[in-house]
């Protein structure tokens, strides 16, 4: 009976060990594929800062209506866990961009939000869906408010 309470204290002291290891991994590297402006994709890298908090950055290519735009995102995220291999996140940061249209070229700024829920399967594969709110500062390509929802696929290491 003595080793029965021993196992199942030691099982759960490593269960809990290796959930609160798990919230945020020092660094993923993959897509996130999504539709603001044009439908497009990104490469993501998000590095560990603390416990609970990272930097995810994102450069991607979109396209809509005759208009082409490269745009990279840098984004401060809080990690939260909310169930197993669940964990919620919001953030904020801001980006910059170009656009290349037929009637000419320019450039653009936008501060944005963030909101997602992410699964890490165990092995090192992490993903996620998120919306990020963007408030672009232009006269042409992005002179408004959009909501980028996307999917996330990152390798973690």
Partial sequence: MKNIKLLLIVSFLAIGTSVSAQQVSKNALGLRIGDNDGFGAEISYQRHLNENNRLEFDLGFRSRDNVDAFKLV??????????????????????VGSYDTP??????????????????????????????????FDDSYSDDLDFDIALGIRYQF
């Avoid at 984004?75 to 980006?95: E, K, M, S």
Wanted: avoid cysteine.
């Fill in 103 to 136: 009637a000419g070229n320019g450039s653009f700024a936008l501060i944005a939000g963030n909101l997602g829920i992410e699964y890490n399967f165990g092995i090192p594969l992490l993903m996620s869906l998120d919306v990020r709110p963007e408030l672009g």
């Fill in 74 to 95: 840098g984004l401060y995220q809080w990690v939260r866990p909310l169930d197993g291999n669940f964990n919620w996140y919001v953030g904020a940061g801001g980006g």
